[in-house]
């Protein structure tokens, strides 16, 4: 039986927080101490990002309690049941090298933990190693409440393999906000996936710089935030959001058809965690008004296409996308009603595979391991 | 019951060549003896092309013998007998107006045609009328070999509601020169169709600037023309080709991944009868090496999209789209590979739509009345 | 100018109620006095529905005022509008015959009625002609309060032509009953789809065998009849049921997983107007648990289908049919949370064509003139 | 380092020769002498297969030269040359336990193997696990000569994890039979992909019962074989089939659309290498006619389905299925040409897939890696 032993130092690999490596034009540069490590082909370390997304890690040992789970649905008892399992997904980017998978597979075993699901990428073009681990560690042999000491042998793993991690527990329930300006299709969608069980989170609440959609909120029992918008206040509100999610501890950002635009340092600091629903099949008409130019253009197809929101506009990485079948019969208002069936059917998709931390960033693409 | 009178004179009113009518960029402007015309709503006239592509209207009320056609599969007898009966098809456009449909149908009626299939569209932006008609002339009162006086009355009519109209007749078939480069696909998916009965055309050549799918032609029995292209001969190669579709009667080019651009006479004068296939979803990445730009993008879906080649490249009207779902799994290669698969049924859908009379276009954009 | 004259006697041929004709096992035999009238060709005449489901036409001339609309999203004002202008659908079938196209044309032009949308279908097969005209009346020549001459006129060309016909007035809003059970997907996108002005409309009512789904009624404020149903009482419920529809007007009846089934005399009045959504692409895995069937077989695909709930279980003429694949992975959980997105697009289609009256019926099977 | 150390006897766990494990109802009873080995869970075990299906695996050592490759497109270089470069797919079947990742990873590690893409399933319903890994062994310790001491050792393992195991080398060209009737799409089809590289097999010969097909084999240059058939030969002609699957070692026989049904013999001995294309969307329309069926019952999805060929007719294993939304205007002749663009695509896929080692069978399902 193989052993492996841990060295006493295991602090150069921190988790990363949402596992995104970015490219160069849209990200700020890296702490300069850090430069000075060993050289890592194509890739750039990545700082823990300032909002609380690390949370899902421990730093002492213990777990925090999990918050209640806001999905109830009884339908879906039986994945509650293995949600509460004492269960984890681990998700590794490394270069590409002989020995990683049996590496990791092996130190999972030696602790005594059963893998229940792997899935894994290598993608030739940069040489890029991806993989993603569900296991389960009700039996691991330190004890489930030292997870710890599992955590300090993945660091050292990764270290030697150049390796960034993230582990995320099932028990901790992402937090999600979600943004929302007068269209209420995705809106509706969230909250009823979330009732039915089919989303794992809480919603602590909507934000909206309209107050049109609170009766929808009301409804559905979650606090509304109205934060009104205009010429003159765009840095304040910007920082009213910022708080807000720092203070709520949110995990991941929603805009569920927000249709404002953010500024650079907000997209820098959050676009990790920030999903966006774009009403075109992208890259064709970015911006504004994609049905009208759409129909312009005469196409016979439309598009939905939820991407993580970076700086640039409409250019972050995609995580998925949909289209439909239209005809010369189809006028505007056909496409907008149409394209509704379709955003938030792709937003519901990429907001669950990134709540079951599904989804990881390389060169500005997503690697989605479909459930 | 209603009877119909015809005018003396019956020159206004022309049958006009594809029923393109063209945006004006794109577009050579009008001889100027018809501006004096009365003004038309949105609609310029439309010159006949000078490539024989108005032989499907007769002149003196005699048809010429139908070629022969090459499409002779036993599965599709009864087709093929339909089709040698005596219909036609009948496009209009005009400016929507009360009155339109009654009287079409009244005119066929009182000719004793039967109408077989009818469909329509009405443009609420453009305020337009599109229509078209099968219907089924055997029982003509005047003789099914007098087709010259039924047009006659049809001129009468499209000119009282100033309307665009185009004739076809079914056993009169269709003449496709097919263009290739190197890559075999979409020319053998063409063969094969034609073969089966799919396709209603006769192929008399097969043109390409390479050698390299002479052997695909041998296969199928069909005469290969190799047509050369350096950066030197570029107009030579054109006019050679000019002259081919002239001399030969060809009524249909088919740029089956031709790969090279015309010049912009060329385009202006055949973009009504010259269908390019495009490997991608429209109007995303236009232009060279579609696939390796998707996937340095990396999109979710991949596409292909059929449309009319006019000068400005991949702009053209377009016929028809299709996707297919990929995942960060598919590199270069395989998206090549999925999409040969589109490629071939995109194309091979416009193609038969096209044959079949059901592409309209306006405003640079189609109006197709599928099968 | 043509001109119509009309008979005196218009009694012979009423509009039917849903245009349903029917087969021979699942249908009522025909009152005895309508059997003398002439032979009609593979077409069995249609008594009208003892619901009150031909409330759309009129008997003396006027109008009853118009429901208020259900649906008042703004951004469907321009199609509201429209809706509240004086348009009708003039659904027809007939034996296919010369002539029947200018003549009903012609009809609608004499009383000066513009044709806005017209669609039509011949079936070889069968050798029937179908076809759905929406027209303008507003115009019309003896004024839009007296449509019953209108009708008369219709009723005469109906009788010359063998002809079954409907017309449905836009300004009287469709009443919809919702049965529901305990699955909540459905019901929550109808009424969603509702205020957002989708579906043209009315809910006076939901009605379900269960309790649990009243706090979604109450969310949409519309009234929630709860008909407890057992083992001893289903005829009581069914009565109460049948009395509802009656006393509450109500023209289309939606099971959205309702999950029990009627009794055939039930069915035998009510399939034309009732809609049924199963799991399962008809006609493979009828009856129950569909999602479980398709599970042990190791399809690949799954399905859903909309379709008339006729007295022969899952057998109904189908509207619409969407599938989406799946893969090993897909256990009968992922199964059920996939199909819940297809139940919920595939009837929401079904219904609103019917609401528009884009659905006939003929030998079991459907003619959908789809939007 | 770990090390992995091989006992003596190394017979008791055999590679299965296409790791189908059946069902009771279709299959033949095991060999008495290993009903005596220790008792499985949930496991049948698998005789091998007489045809010489297991020729990929070596006995001694050495490996037979490969036979040259039939698709030699230059676009499809690259892979040709992956695949030519020593690399092989290793597929596993077991109960599912801990540690089996972390022993094969190891095990191939172990050997300087490295591990190029690894795909794998848990299936909760029945406790089994499967996994799929494609490893290249070009540095291998022992030298890429004598990768039986590397089989001995998968031996072994899989004896320890009750695991049923089968390894194909890539430079080892599968040889396919392909079978037809008088339907010529599929056959097209298979013959165009071989040559575009897309299917990675030889094809030694075409066989039909009828003569018609006879030029297309010719226009390829693959050996056409007719083996006539009528009411009495049908034992002979299957044995003549029979004796030419042995003679020409054949690894795939693929039914592109033969419509005769075999012996439950001949299905018993072939099914695990023997796909069909059906023409419907199964379990519907299972048997003859289907798109007549499909027409009759009127339904708005028409599908093709690829499955091994069991004795019970149209209810082997499905290992793929597509569809096409079809409407009230498709007449039985627009879905038989419909239908023929669904058949060669899922035909394609199943074949390629089945050849790249992706397909997996339990419990009459499939578990395929799709590429």
Redesign the interface.
């Known amino acids: 039986m ?1 052993r492996l032993t841990f060295g006493r130092d295991i602090v150069a690999s921190k988790p990363c927080a949402a596992l995104g490596l970015r490219r160069a034009p849209a990200c700020p540069r890296v702490a300069p101490g850090r430069a000075e490590q060993q050289p890592r082909k194509h890739l750039e370390p990545v700082h823990v990002a300032q909002a609380p997304l690390s949370s899902s890690t421990t730093t002492n040992g213990t777990h925090s309690a999990p918050a209640p789970v806001a999905s109830t649905s009884s ?2 008892a ?2 509650a049941a293995a949600a509460s399992a004492l269960s984890a997904n681990l998700l590794l980017i490394c270069p590409d090298q ?2 990683v ?2 590496a990791v ?2 130190l ?2 030696g602790f ?1 933990c ?12 940069s040489g890029m190693f991806f993989q993603r681990i569900t296991f389960d560690f009700s039996e691991i042999v330190i004890g489930p409440g030292n997870t710890a000491v599992l955590e300090r042998a993945i660091a050292e793993l990764a270290n030697r393999f150049n390796m960034k991690w993230k582990i995320a527990y099932k028990n901790k329930v992402k937090r999600m906000a979600v943004l929302v300006s007068k269209q ?2 995705c809106l ?1 969608d969230l909250l ?1 996936r979330l ?2 069980g ?1 989303l794992r989170c809480e919603i602590p609440f909507i934000i909206s710089n309209h107050p049109d959609l609170k009766h929808i909120a009301d ?1 559905f029992n979650v606090p509304f935030v109205h934060l009104p918008l205009d010429k003159n206040n765009k840095e304040a509100q910007e920082e009213a959001l910022e708080k807000l999610i720092k203070e709520e501890k949110i995990d991941v950002v929603i805009l569920a058809r927000y249709m404002q635009i953010f500024t650079q340092g907000f997209c820098e600091r959050h676009w990790e965690h920030t999903i966006n629903i774009h009403h075109s ?5 970015e911006g504004a008004r994609p049905y009208h130019r759409a129909h312009e ?5 439309i ?1 939905a296409t939820a991407h993580f929101a970076t700086a640039e506009l409409d250019a972050g ?7 439909a079948r239209i ?3 189809d ?1 505007v ?2 496409m ?2 149409k394209g ?2 379709l955003e938030r ?1 792709v937003l519901a998709r990429a907001v669950r595979w990134h709540l079951d931390d599904r989804v990881m960033v390389y ?6 391991f ?2």
Do not use: C
């Open positions: 193989p339908r879906d039986s994945e002989k020995g998978i049996a597979s092996q999972l075993y005594g059963n893998i229940v699901a792997s899935d894994q990428f290598t993608d030739s073009s209420d299709h509706y009823i009732r039915s089919e409804t099949f992208l890259p064709a008409f253009r005469g196409v016979k197809i598009g990485p995609i995580i998925d996308q949909a289209v005809t010369h019969r006028n208002e056909d907008i009603r509704r069936d059917m060169n500005n693409k997503t690697v989605v479909e459930d």
